[in-house]
Structures are given as structure tokens and as C-alpha cells.
């Protein structure tokens, strides 16, 4: 397989510094909003923090990979004294948890960095600096991408079935 060079962008996160203000969902979710700024909300941000105040835990996760099936374990951290519940720092949009879903569509969200803005926006937006940018250069294979829509399409094929998005597709264009 073909070498590629590649960005390698990356968000570090200092979760001891974070006090759960959410800032980082409230922009991330009008930046992706339609169109962008026209509308907040944090259920459809590709951040969340989870928060359980009595336990002093404030831990921002990033959307990664949707997964059409849960797994099996339920891992427990203990860090600092304090212990993290199942799913804490799992970044998957999986079938046992709302969690990076469109809420509208239920369709799975990723984090893209905020693509085509020089620098994150939950990054520049986090005022108690607990996001830290970095960006470097790999040598990778080339891997073709799914995209935001393939990706979406996807996640629909694995719940629906391929003959039913098909047969629901043919449906709508005979209507419009
Ligand atoms: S903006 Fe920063 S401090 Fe506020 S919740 Fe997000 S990561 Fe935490
Ligand atoms: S980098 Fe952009 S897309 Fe990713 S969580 Fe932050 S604001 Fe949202």
C-alpha cells in the first residue's frame, strides 16, 4: 500500500483543570449547527464532559468511531482517588447509550476537528486551558476515508438493513 504523509492533529486533555462550564459543547455545537451558529445545542456536540460534581469528576471525551454493536465489558477506573464509571472515556457512539447522536436523526456525530477552522474551537474557546492543541507530521498508509455522509449511511445499513434504506430511498424520490 501507498505511503502518505499525514496531519496528525491532536487535542491533549487536562482534565484536573476542567470545572464542567461546557463551553467547549456550547461551540462546538453552533459551529455544526445548519447553518453554522445559527442554533446551540450540546446534545449534538462532538465533546462532552461528564460530570459528577459530588465526586469532583469533570472529564471532556471526544466523538470517536461508531460501533454498531456494545461491548462486553464494563472497566472501571480508579484515578486520583477518584473512580470513573463504565464508559467514561470511551469515545464510540455505540447502541447502549444516546451519546454523540444526532439528536434529531439519531445519526452518529465525530469530532473533525473542527475541519476547515485553523484551530479547534472548543480548544480556543476553553478558557481554564484544559484543551491543548498540537498538530504533527506522519508517514502513514494511504487508507481511503469514510466521510461524513458514508459514515452516516453506514450506521443506517447496520440498524435498517440494506434493502430497507433502499427500498425507503426509492420511497422519497418517487414523492419529490
Ligand atoms: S470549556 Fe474547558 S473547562 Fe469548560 S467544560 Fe469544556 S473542557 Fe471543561
Ligand atoms: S475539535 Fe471541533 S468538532 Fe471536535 S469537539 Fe472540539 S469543537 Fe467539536
Known amino acids: 500500500m501507498a505511503k502518505i504523509k499525514k496531519k496528525i492533529k491532536t487535542i491533549k486533555v487536562n482534565a484536573d483543570k476542567c470545572n464542567g462550564c461546557r463551553t467547549c459543547e456550547v461551540v462546538c455545537s453552533a459551529f455544526h449547527s445548519k447553518p453554522a451558529y445559527s442554533s446551540i445545542n450540546p446534545a449534538a456536540a462532538r465533546i462532552h464532559v461528564t460530570t459528577h460534581r459530588l ?64 484551530k479547534p474551537l472548543c480548544v480556543e474557546w476553553c478558557l481554564n486551558e484544559v484543551l491543548t492543541y498540537e498538530e504533527r507530521e506522519e508517514e502513514v498508509e494511504e487508507v481511503p476515508a469514510l466521510n461524513e455522509l458514508e459514515a452516516g449511511l453506514n450506521a443506517l445499513i447496520d440498524k435498517y438493513g440494506l434493502e430497507n434504506i433502499g427500498t425507503a430511498v426509492a420511497r422519497i424520490s418517487q414523492r419529490s
Open 55 to 118: 465526586k469532583d469528576i469533570w472529564l471532556p471525551v471526544f466523538a470517536g468511531e461508531y460501533t454498531p454493536a456494545e461491548c462486553n465489558g464494563r472497566d472501571q477506573y480508579t484515578i486520583d482517588g477518584k473512580q470513573y464509571d463504565e464508559c467514561s472515556f470511551c469515545r464510540a457512539t455505540c447502541p447502549s447509550r444516546d451519546l454523540f447522536r444526532e439528536p434529531d436523526t439519531g445519526l452518529p456525530l465525530k469530532c473533525d476537528m473542527c475541519e476547515g477552522q485553523e
